[in-house]
């Protein structure tokens, strides 16, 4: 269960207050994986950074009774000082998992090599998507935040990306920010639309889709 009560959040941008959510409850489907459209700059990133913890709203209060993971795509919980292994390692006691296993399958999946010992600031864009991608599937989650990345690197290895992925979510939900109407339509059950601050649930991703394209 994910509960999002009275969430409110803004930023300061060239010297005005821009609020991007507007006292938002909202109560998440528990056995049903969810897409969330909105346009850019309506606050879906944020929003799931908030659901997630990684970002605290201004005003309110996320409630869930289950293990949520970051948000896929979103690298910004590394600390660049360490290296991919010494940050496997904190992320794995955070979340009280058994920190050789975790770190052993982040070490095997993103295929880093002798990197993955260096500074994460060394890491380009693309590795770093690779081992946070590799660390989230390395920690059994019940909800798994995608903020529009599903797979990186090349055929194969999005290839294998894809096919841990559906493993995963024969026993585990999604939340998942896109664009990609086709991408939403092959991971989600139903959609939301954040528009002007709220969030609005659909029951289909047809009926949200009709809505997306005439925002």
Same mark, same amino acid.
């Given at each position: 269960?994910?509960?999002?009560?009275?969430?409110?959040?803004?930023?300061?941008?060239?010297?005005?207050?821009?609020?991007?959510?507007?006292?938002?409850?909202?109560?998440?489907?528990?056995?049903?994986?969810?897409?969330?459209?909105?346009?850019?700059?309506?606050?879906?990133?944020?929003?799931?950074? =908030?659901?997630?913890? &990684?970002?605290?709203? %201004? +005003?309110?209060?996320? $409630?869930? *009774?289950? /293990?949520?993971?970051?948000?896929?795509?979103?690298?910004?919980?590394?600390?660049?000082?360490?290296?991919?292994?010494?940050?496997?390692?904190?992320?794995?006691?955070?979340?009280?998992?058994?920190?050789?296993?975790?770190?052993?399958?982040?070490?095997?999946?993103?295929?880093?090599?002798?990197?993955?010992?260096?500074?994460?600031?060394?890491?380009?864009?693309?590795?770093?998507?690779?081992?946070?991608?590799?660390?989230?599937?390395? =920690?059994?989650?019940? &909800?798994?935040?995608? %903020? +529009?990345?599903?797979? $990186?690197? *090349?055929? /194969?290895?999005?290839?294998?990306?894809?096919?841990?992925?559906?493993?995963?979510?024969?026993?585990?939900?999604?939340?998942?920010?896109?664009?990609?109407?086709?991408?939403?339509?092959?991971?989600?059950?139903?959609?939301?639309?954040?528009?002007?601050?709220?969030?609005?649930?659909?029951?289909?991703?047809?009926?949200?889709?009709?809505?997306?394209?005439?925002?």
């Amino acid at each position: 269960m994910i509960e999002l009560l009275n969430i409110s959040k803004s930023y300061r941008v060239n010297g005005k207050t821009n609020r991007v959510l507007q006292n938002i409850s909202f109560m998440f489907p528990t056995d049903k994986s969810i897409g969330i459209l909105g346009l850019n700059g309506a606050g879906k990133s944020t929003l799931l950074r =908030i659901i997630a913890g &990684v970002e605290l709203p %201004d +005003e309110g209060e996320v $409630v869930k *009774d289950c /293990r949520v993971s970051w948000p896929i795509g979103f690298k910004g919980g590394f600390n660049a000082s360490l290296s991919g292994e010494e940050n496997c390692r904190f992320i794995a006691r955070i979340y009280g998992q058994n920190v050789d296993r975790v770190t052993g399958f982040a070490y095997e999946f993103a295929e880093l090599g002798r990197q993955f010992y260096d500074p994460i600031r060394t890491y380009s864009s693309g590795m770093k998507a690779r081992l946070a991608f590799g660390l989230s599937m390395a =920690i059994d989650f019940d &909800v798994y935040m995608i %903020d +529009e990345v599903t797979a $990186v690197g *090349d055929k /194969r290895f999005r290839d294998k990306c894809n096919a841990l992925f559906k493993e995963r979510r024969q026993r585990s939900t999604v939340i998942m920010v896109s664009h990609s109407m086709p991408t939403i339509r092959e991971y989600c059950d139903c959609c939301a639309i954040l528009a002007r601050g709220s969030l609005q649930l659909y029951e289909s991703v047809e009926d949200a889709e009709k809505v997306y394209e005439a925002l």
